[in-house]
């Protein structure tokens, strides 16, 4: 979410005030896509990659990755006039490079290459720095043994 989203938020009065990490409910998501509850689970059925949690009765709760998922689907339906099997496509080849490029790259080139981050998910992004923190506390510490 960019800064400028915040501040419109914090004015109307739509601010969840939730983490970037937090789990959202399909009507969190569906308010801040302005995009129907309907047309979420629609996308559900359409797009494999998006995969709330259910609790019980049915309930979703969806991940910081699945609303970033979410706001590309929509953006490239929406805004970029594609067909749902265009971007069903579109997500399949991009993921495909994607999974390509980090698998020729270790963990700390892919959090310092500007390039690669932009295709991260914000909580991947937080899980890659947590194993690299760790790994670094390891090299050091069999460094001083």
Not at 50 to 72: F, S
Not at 79 to 93: A, E, F, P
Request: charged share 35%; aromatic share 6%.
């Amino acid at each position: 979410m960019t800064s400028e989203m915040a501040i419109a938020e914090i004015e109307d009065g739509t601010s969840s005030r939730k983490s970037a990490f937090a789990f959202r409910t399909i009507s969190e998501v569906s308010k801040e896509l302005q995009v129907p509850t309907h047309v979420l689970r629609f996308w559900e059925s359409k797009f494999s990659s998006i995969k709330p949690l259910k609790r019980g009765g049915g309930r979703r709760y969806y991940r910081p990755e699945d609303l970033d998922l979410l706001r590309q689907i929509k953006s490239l339906l929406y805004d970029d006039g594609y067909t749902i099997k265009g971007v069903q496509k579109l997500l399949r080849d991009q993921s495909k490079e994607v999974s390509e490029r980090i698998k020729t790259l270790s963990p700390a080139e892919i959090l310092r290459d500007p390039l690669n981050k932009e295709d991260l998910t914000v909580s991947k992004k937080h899980q890659i720095e947590e194993i690299v923190d760790e790994l670094e506390e390891l090299r050091d510490y069999l460094r001083s043994s």
